[in-house]
């Protein structure tokens, strides 16, 4: 066990904790930041999905030391001052969603690929989220969520 | 629920008590399931209105994504005459909602809907005796609307809430209280979106695998190293020694837990268990010629099959004959959110969150793991994170709440996706035998179908046949096996819909004419007719039509594929036409249609179970493929809104027709007939025997 300190949607959390332990464990089991969802536990189904630094990591297979020192985004971050993110709203508007398991997942993935490249078309979006699994099959919603919050984030600054 | 088809559950369970004895599971446990409770009639069991005129709903239905949250609001608002957003579902909680079977076989929509509707109707109804009385003016001329009583001739008004003033609203629901005809609803038939969607793009939804209790301790459960093993003995020394953990130890039971998540691990780990093995029959080889041999006589043929006419006669006259084996896999759920519970103690009472389609199976299962009464065990199940029919049994509320016990704290197990792919049960594999003959025009004149293990759901056929033999052969599957989204449609509509197609070929008959040659069913002729007209069926090359009637709902599917340079399969089209009575919410109905299509293409394609010596191979989400974005295909729904016709369920059924129409249209594009679900788990050419 040792004692670190990470950054987590702008506030810093002092944990005591084994340095492998998972990212994911640790927002979820330690800091009770339960919106990011464990899969699979190897990176192959995209629901824990966090942003460091902006890019999208799998937190389940980043151990929490390769967290420290960076800014850690999670779905409890997305949305500022109780405003939904123009992605979060696109969901809801689009229905892109249907047991909402995978959405955390899809939307910070979507966040972070739509502020790098609002204009993404649909098979752009495909291909970033490939990684992704949405057992419930609504693939084709997502799709249209993203370019819609695309066009809505085109030139402001998230 | 090995081998017993939904609809014969509910078949059996009309008012009796059904006694289901779970196959020998190791590794892990499952109780006696129970059923059969009555419906209560008490109002206040299903509805209460608070004093500030909130209105909540009680129902045993849970909400695993199909939305049912959101329809079963809509049609409480509907006939309550009050706002949604005024509404609250109390879903699946065992001490609060009446007793319910479970959440299955598309039966929300058809059952629970209209219990809601009596309910509020009822409510109503009472709303306008109350105003009535304190207005003293004639019930008749008491309006209720918006969530309010008004009388028109005064202008004057009263919220529910002050009419009620909070009490319990005591009137008996009567099974024949009138509800809405669907021309006449309001706020259900149109699209309202998830009520409460806002904590699902926030990540505040709080899953079952979200929930933490004070003192709360994470669990691990031992789990055998393939079927047929058991626990010979377990050093427990170093998980012992590791301090801060309890090691529960209960018959072939065995699991740890502790305060944190990687320390229940690390214990875990420390177990040193040695296993004694049985041999286990068959492996993905040759399961198909090993379940006709592992045949029971237990449900075998007995009330779903057809025998009429003779097949003899009906062959003797037939021009083209034709016999064909077809097959299906086990293939695996894969629900996002793995099976999770959290089981506290407190005095004897046991409480657990957990994601089941059947929470009052669950807790059924729980007093008898326990030895308690059921009313000392309550089952609250938050909004899951899907089932698709894999979330019906208790086995991880059981392991949670042993381990609660043993360790004094409340504890959560959350399955691994290992655990999930290994120890969740499958939808079951299957042969299907199929003997057929039609005369010159392809007139069906012959028909014998038998289903070895896959089941009976939608085993007979739609299409007129005078001379038919229909069966379903129940087995021993050397594997756990259950309910699946559209269970044994799926296998029987693929048997079905490629021996149609294999006819037509025979005959030299278009597949769409085919089917309607031998079709009177109106509401089946409708969605095929719209799903090929949509299609643009004549124009498109590389294209295959299927068509079913399943748990009322209708369905067609074309679908149109690409046969890439090395063999790979994709679909790039599809297109459903459904119709299952009047549409509660356009929308949701379509999210549905799109994500079984979506879901359909997995098991059509590439998705299925290896195993050998009793150990699943396919542990891992990177080796069981589950369909992704570059699957999707251009997907297009027409629905068709009959407010004639009682609402059936849809969650299921859109499903079946992905695979025979995949097919017809692999057949189309390479000339190659594929017999086998998944059709190309590698590919196109190495995998599929020419026809």
Not at chain 2, 394 to 410: D, F, N, Q, V, Y
Not at chain 2, 485 to 498: D, I, P, Q, S, Y
Not at chain 2, 532 to 539: I, P
Not at chain 2, 569 to 594: K, M, W, Y
């Given at each position: 066990?040792?004692?670190?300190?990470?950054?987590?949607?702008?506030?810093?959390?002092?944990?005591?904790?084994?340095?492998?332990?998972?990212?994911?464990?640790?927002?979820?089991?330690?800091?009770?930041?339960?919106?990011?969802?464990?899969?699979?536990?190897?990176?192959?189904?995209?629901?824990?999905?966090?942003?460091?630094?902006?890019?999208?990591?799998?937190?389940?297979?980043?151990?929490?030391?390769?967290?420290?020192?960076?800014?850690?985004?999670?779905?409890?971050?997305?949305?500022?001052?109780?405003?939904?993110?123009?992605?979060?709203?696109a969901f809801l508007d689009i229905g892109a969603m249907q047991c909402g398991y995978c959405t955390p997942g899809m939307i910070v993935e979507g966040v972070a690929l739509?502020?790098?490249?609002?204009?993404?078309?649909?098979?752009?979006?495909?291909?970033?989220?490939?990684?992704?699994?949405?057992?419930?099959?609504?693939?084709?919603?997502?799709?249209?969520?993203?370019?819609?919050?695309?066009?809505?984030?085109?030139?402001?600054?998230? | 629920?090995?081998?017993?088809?939904?609809?014969?559950?509910?078949?059996?369970?009309?008012?009796?008590?059904?006694?289901?004895?779970?196959?020998?599971?190791?590794?892990?446990?499952?109780?006696?399931?129970?059923?059969?409770?009555?419906?209560?009639?008490?109002?206040?069991?299903?509805?209460?209105?608070?004093?500030?005129?909130?209105?909540?709903?009680?129902?045993?239905?849970?909400?695993?994504?199909?939305?049912?949250?959101?329809?079963?609001?809509?049609?409480?608002?509907?006939?309550?005459?009050?706002?949604?957003?005024?509404?609250?579902?109390?879903?699946?909680?065992?001490?609060?909602?009446?007793?319910?079977?479970?959440?299955?076989?598309?039966?929300?929509?058809?059952?629970?809907?209209?219990?809601?509707?009596?309910?509020?109707?009822?409510?109503?109804?009472?709303?306008?005796?109350?105003?009535?009385?304190?207005?003293?003016?004639?019930?008749?001329?008491?309006?209720?609307?918006?969530?309010?009583?008004?009388?028109?001739?005064?202008?004057?008004?009263?919220?529910?809430?002050?009419?009620?003033?909070?009490?319990?609203?005591?009137?008996?629901?009567?099974?024949?209280?009138?509800?809405?005809?669907?021309?006449?609803?309001?706020?259900?038939?149109?699209?309202?979106?998830?009520?409460?969607?806002?904590?699902?793009?926030?990540?505040?939804?709080?899953?079952?695998?979200?929930?933490?209790?004070?003192?709360?301790?994470?669990?691990?459960?031992?789990?055998?190293?393939?079927?047929?093993?058991?626990?010979?003995?377990?050093?427990?020394?170093?998980?012992?020694?590791?301090?801060?953990?309890?090691?529960?130890?209960?018959?072939?039971?065995?699991?740890?837990?502790?305060?944190?998540?990687?320390?229940?691990?690390?214990?875990?780990?420390?177990?040193?268990?040695?296993?004694?093995?049985?041999?286990?029959?068959?492996?993905?080889?040759?399961?198909?010629?090993?379940?006709?041999?592992?045949?029971?006589?237990?449900?075998?043929?007995?009330?779903?099959?057809?025998?009429?006419?003779?097949?003899?006669?009906?062959?003797?006259?037939?021009?083209?004959?034709l016999e064909r084996s077809y097959t299906v896999a086990y293939i695996a759920h894969v629900p996002l959110e793995p099976r999770a519970a959290v089981a506290e103690w407190?005095?004897?009472?046991?409480?657990?969150?957990?994601?089941?389609?059947?929470?009052?199976?669950?807790?059924?299962?729980?007093?008898?793991?326990?030895?308690?009464?059921?009313?000392?065990?309550?089952?609250?199940?938050?909004?899951?994170?899907?089932?698709?029919?894999?979330?019906?049994?208790?086995?991880?509320?059981?392991?949670?709440?042993?381990?609660?016990?043993?360790?004094?704290?409340?504890?959560?197990?959350?399955?691994?996706?290992?655990?999930?792919?290994?120890?969740?049960?499958?939808?079951?594999?299957?042969?299907?035998?199929?003997?057929?003959?039609?005369?010159?025009?392809?007139?069906?004149?012959?028909?014998?179908?038998?289903?070895?293990?896959?089941?009976?759901?939608?085993?007979?056929?739609?299409?007129?046949?005078?001379?038919?033999?229909?069966?379903?052969?129940?087995?021993?599957?050397?594997?756990?096996?259950?309910?699946?989204?559209?269970?044994?449609?799926?296998?029987?509509?693929?048997?079905?819909?490629?021996?149609?197609?294999?006819?037509?070929?025979?005959?030299?008959?278009?597949?769409?004419?085919?089917?309607?040659?031998?079709?009177?069913?109106?509401?089946?002729?409708?969605?095929?007719?719209?799903?090929?007209?949509?299609?643009?069926?004549?124009?498109?090359?590389?294209?295959?039509?299927?068509?079913?009637?399943?748990?009322?709902?209708?369905?067609?599917?074309?679908?149109?594929?690409?046969?890439?340079?090395?063999?790979?399969?994709?679909?790039?089209?599809?297109?459903?036409?459904?119709?299952?009575?009047?549409?509660?919410?356009?929308?949701?109905?379509?999210?549905?249609?799109?994500?079984?299509?979506?879901?359909?293409?997995?098991?059509?394609?590439?998705?299925?179970?290896?195993?050998?010596?009793?150990?699943?191979?396919?542990?891992?989400?990177?080796?069981?493929?589950?369909?992704?974005?570059?699957?999707?295909?251009?997907?297009?729904?027409?629905?068709?809104?009959?407010?004639?016709?009682?609402?059936?369920?849809?969650?299921?059924?859109?499903?079946?027709?992905?695979?025979?129409?995949?097919?017809?249209?692999?057949?189309?594009?390479?000339?190659?007939?594929?017999?086998?679900?998944?059709?190309?788990?590698?590919?196109?050419?190495?995998?599929?025997?020419?026809?």
């Amino acid at each position: 066990m040792v004692a670190i300190e990470i950054l987590v949607n702008g506030t810093r959390f002092p944990i005591d904790v084994d340095p492998q332990q998972s990212l994911l464990s640790v927002l979820r089991d330690e800091l009770d930041l339960t919106g990011t969802k464990y899969g699979c536990g190897e990176a192959q189904c995209g629901a824990c999905t966090v942003l460091i630094d902006g890019q999208p990591i799998r937190s389940c297979v980043t151990a929490v030391s390769g967290a420290v020192g960076h800014a850690i985004t999670t779905i409890e971050g997305i949305a500022q001052n109780s405003q939904l993110h123009p992605v979060q709203k696109a969901f809801l508007d689009i229905g892109a969603m249907q047991c909402g398991y995978c959405t955390p997942g899809m939307i910070v993935e979507g966040v972070a690929l739509l502020r790098r490249r609002p204009e993404a078309t649909a098979g752009e979006i495909a291909e970033a989220m490939e990684g992704h699994v949405c057992r419930c099959g609504t693939y084709p919603r997502i799709i249209t969520a993203l370019r819609q919050a695309g066009q809505s984030m085109k030139g402001k600054r998230p | 629920m090995s081998g017993v088809d939904r609809r014969e559950f509910l078949q059996l369970a009309g008012g009796v008590i059904v006694l289901l004895t779970a196959p020998p599971i190791f590794g892990q446990e499952s109780g006696r399931r129970t059923g059969g409770q009555a419906v209560p009639q008490d109002l206040s069991a299903w509805l209460n209105i608070a004093e500030d005129g909130s209105i909540t709903i009680y129902t045993g239905k849970v909400e695993v994504g199909q939305n049912a949250r959101t329809s079963l609001t809509q049609a409480a608002a509907d006939e309550l005459h009050a706002p949604m957003e005024s509404i609250r579902l109390i879903m699946g909680d065992t001490d609060l909602t009446p007793y319910d079977m479970g959440t299955f076989g598309s039966r929300t929509t058809p059952t629970m809907v209209p219990q809601i509707r009596r309910a509020a109707a009822t409510a109503r109804e009472m709303l306008q005796d109350l105003a009535a009385r304190q207005w003293s003016i004639d019930r008749a001329a008491v309006i209720i609307g918006d969530g309010r009583a008004m009388d028109p001739h005064t202008n004057r008004s009263i919220t529910f809430g002050a009419l009620t003033k909070g009490q319990k609203l005591v009137r008996t629901v009567r099974h024949d209280e009138s509800i809405t005809s669907p021309e006449k609803w309001t706020v259900a038939g149109r699209s309202a979106p998830k009520v409460n969607g806002a904590d699902f793009v926030t990540g505040k939804h709080r899953f079952s695998t979200d929930i933490t209790r004070p003192g709360m301790w994470y669990g691990r459960v031992l789990r055998v190293p393939a079927f047929g093993a058991t626990l010979a003995s377990l050093d427990t020394t170093a998980a012992d020694a590791m301090g801060g953990v309890a090691v529960v130890r209960e018959g072939s039971f065995a699991g740890v837990a502790a305060a944190r998540a990687p320390l229940a691990a690390s214990a875990l780990a420390a177990l040193k268990p040695s296993w004694s093995t049985t041999p286990q029959p068959s492996n993905n080889a040759t399961i198909f010629n090993d379940l006709k041999k592992l045949t029971t006589n237990e449900l075998g043929g007995r009330t779903e099959g057809a025998h009429f006419g003779s097949l003899l006669d009906g062959m003797a006259d037939a021009v083209y004959k034709l016999e064909r084996s077809y097959t299906v896999a086990y293939i695996a759920h894969v629900p996002l959110e793995p099976r999770a519970a959290v089981a506290e103690w407190n005095n004897g009472k046991l409480t657990v969150w957990t994601g089941t389609q059947r929470p009052f199976a669950v807790r059924s299962e729980l007093a008898e793991a326990f030895h308690i009464s059921e009313e000392k065990v309550r089952v609250i199940v938050p909004d899951t994170g899907s089932g698709y029919g894999g979330k019906h049994t208790g086995e991880c509320a059981i392991e949670a709440a042993r381990l609660a016990k043993g360790s004094g704290h409340p504890v959560k197990v959350v399955w691994t996706r290992e655990e999930e792919l290994t120890w969740a049960y499958f939808r079951p594999a299957g042969v299907i035998d199929v003997r057929s003959g039609v005369d010159k025009d392809g007139k069906l004149l012959a028909w014998e179908f038998h289903n070895y293990n896959s089941g009976p759901a939608a085993i007979r056929t739609p299409y007129e046949v005078q001379n038919q033999h229909i069966e379903y052969h129940a087995c021993n599957s050397p594997l756990r096996q259950g309910s699946y989204r559209g269970l044994a449609a799926t296998a029987n509509h693929f048997a079905r819909e490629v021996h149609m197609d294999e006819l037509a070929a025979a005959a030299k008959i278009d597949p769409l004419e085919m089917r309607r040659r031998n079709l009177k069913d109106a509401r089946l002729r409708a969605v095929l007719d719209a799903a090929a007209e949509r299609f643009g069926w004549g124009k498109a090359k590389n294209a295959g039509i299927a068509c079913g009637v399943e748990k009322g709902g209708y369905t067609a599917t074309c679908a149109e594929v690409r046969i890439d340079s090395s063999g790979g399969v994709h679909v790039t089209r599809l297109v459903s036409a459904f119709e299952c009575g009047a549409i509660v919410n356009p929308d949701h109905l379509r999210n549905q249609i799109e994500g079984a299509l979506m879901m359909g293409i997995g098991g059509a394609l590439f998705e299925s179970v290896a195993f050998q010596d009793g150990k699943i191979l396919t542990d891992r989400l990177s080796k069981y493929r589950v369909p992704r974005f570059s699957d999707m295909p251009q997907i297009d729904v027409v629905t068709i809104d009959r407010k004639d016709i009682s609402s059936a369920g849809a969650g299921e059924t859109p499903i079946v027709g992905v695979a025979p129409s995949v097919a017809g249209a692999i057949f189309a594009a390479t000339g190659v007939r594929i017999h086998a679900l998944p059709m190309v788990p590698r590919g196109l050419e190495r995998t599929a025997p020419q026809s």
